[in-house]
Every structure is written in structure tokens, then in C-alpha cells.
């Protein structure tokens, strides 16, 4: 899994593309960390031999081997170790970034008290950049209901009307009594760009539910995008549509 992969290839950089052999320590660390990720039930952490120290180097070494500076014969691998050995050749301080996040997610407990949320796999089963655990967080994160009414609470403080910040949709207008003060909150910057932090009520913009939709929808292997670049977007389209 993507996740999975992430967590290993991170540790591959770490050790400058090199492999890790069975019986480093770090490699232990690792095993033991993939069998305490919360995408696996409980029967398949039973499993002796499931995400073993011996499979953890030889995924290092199939990661190691197919990076385009080694010298020698590459193992066979999948397509996505492919798509994950040029993500962090192309961006290596986000993609460790992302791994630091699962980690302190995972020591911290927080990932294991979130229950499965609904989108945190896109429809097209395509892999995103993050992953399904950090998807999983940010939408938690999105969906706590505290942080969007002090979100709301602060808008009308400051006289800011509740309505998209990407196309200025404002559902109390056009749904009258039943839109009034709904609106929905996006986490500007997602985890694995920020890393697990204090969320801050600068850090959220209010949007539509379409357009929240669109700011998360995996799309050319990206699954967040902020709502500047989803509004510069639809400029873009809009254009493109002029005769």
C-alpha cells in the first residue's frame, strides 16, 4: 500500500538510496511500525510472517535498486515503487515530510482513535500523494465540528460573509432558512505538507461543498489542491470556454 511505501522508501533516503539488510535495527523499527498501521485488521497483524523484518529489507532493497543513480542489476518491482522512487527523487522534503507525519501520528495514538471517513479513498481507486492515512486525519480534522463553528463564530466577528472562498456561492442566499450558517471548512495546507500541528483558525477556509470536494479530489496523482489554486482553476477553465 501507499502508505506502506511511503514509510519504507522514507527510510531508503534516509540511508542515501541504500538498502537495509535484514537484522538492522532500523529495519526492525520499520516491520514493527508497518504491522502497527491502522489499515490492517487485527487478523492480519496475527500473522507471523505479515510485514516480517526479511519482506521490509527486501522492499528497501527493490526501492534501492531501481533508483536511476544505482550501478547494478535492479530487482523486479511494481509500478507503484516506481511512482514512489520518482516522488522523492522529484520532491524529497515533502515526501519525508509525509512519512514524519504517519510516524508522529502513529507514536502519538492519534491515527488509531480515527475511524475510517468516507472519502478518504478516492473513487477512482487511484493512490494520492498522501496517502489513506493522512487523508483520513485532514478529513477528521475537517469534519470536527468545535473547529468549523469557532471558524464560523470568527467570520462574524470580522463581518465576513459565510460563503465560498473559491466561488462565492453563499447558501443561505439561494437556500434561504434551510442554507442559513452552513458552510463547510478546508484545511489550507493538508498534513503532509504541514506535518501534524496546532490547527489554527487562519489555517481553515470556508467553502462550498462542491468546491471542498474538488479541493481534495485526486486528480494527476495530487488529491489536495488550496482553494487560490482550485479559484485560479476555474478562471483558467472559463477562459478556455470563450469562443
Known amino acids: 500500500m ?4 511511503l514509510l ?3 527510510l531508503v533516503v534516509e540511508n542515501g538510496w541504500r538498502e537495509l539488510r535484514e537484522g538492522d535495527w532500523r529495519v526492525d523499527e520499520l516491520s514493527n511500525l508497518l504491522r502497527s498501521l491502522p489499515l490492517h485488521g487485527d487478523k492480519a497483524r496475527s500473522i507471523p510472517g505479515f510485514r516480517s523484518t526479511g519482506s521490509v529489507s527486501r522492499k528497501t532493497t527493490d526501492l534501492a535498486t531501481n533508483h536511476p543513480s544505482y550501478q547494478g542489476k535492479a530487482t523486479r518491482c511494481g509500478r507503484l515503487d516506481h511512482e514512489m522512487i520518482a516522488r522523492f527523487t522529484a520532491d524529497p522534503v515533502t515526501m519525508l515530510k509525509a512519512a514524519k507525519a504517519i510516524e508522529a501520528g502513529i507514536s502519538s495514538g492519534e491515527l ?4 475510517e471517513q468516507p472519502d478518504e479513498v478516492a473513487e477512482d481507486g487511484a493512490t494520492a500523494l498522501e496517502g489513506r492515512l493522512l487523508a483520513r486525519w485532514t478529513l477528521a480534522r475537517e469534519r470536527n465540528p468545535k473547529l468549523r463553528q469557532r471558524k464560523i463564530d470568527r467570520a462574524r466577528r470580522i463581518g465576513q460573509p459565510l460563503q465560498c472562498e473559491v466561488c ?3 447558501f443561505g442566499r439561494f437556500y434561504g432558512g434551510l442554507g442559513k450558517d452552513y458552510i463547510e471548512v478546508h484545511h489550507v495546507t493538508p498534513l503532509h505538507v504541514s506535518g501534524p500541528c496546532e490547527t489554527k483558525l487562519e489555517d481553515l477556509a470556508l467553502l462550498r461543498s462542491n468546491c471542498h470536494r474538488m479541493c481534495h479530489r485526486n486528480h494527476a496523482g495530487e488529491s489536495w489542491r488550496t482553494p487560490g489554486m482550485l479559484r485560479a482553476m476555474i478562471t483558467e477553465s472559463g477562459a478556455s470556454r470563450r469562443p
Open 2 to 5: 501507499w502508505d506502506e511505501l
Open 8 to 10: 519504507a522508501c522514507a
Open 112 to 115: 488509531a482513535r480515527i475511524p
Open 168 to 170: 462565492d456561492f453563499h
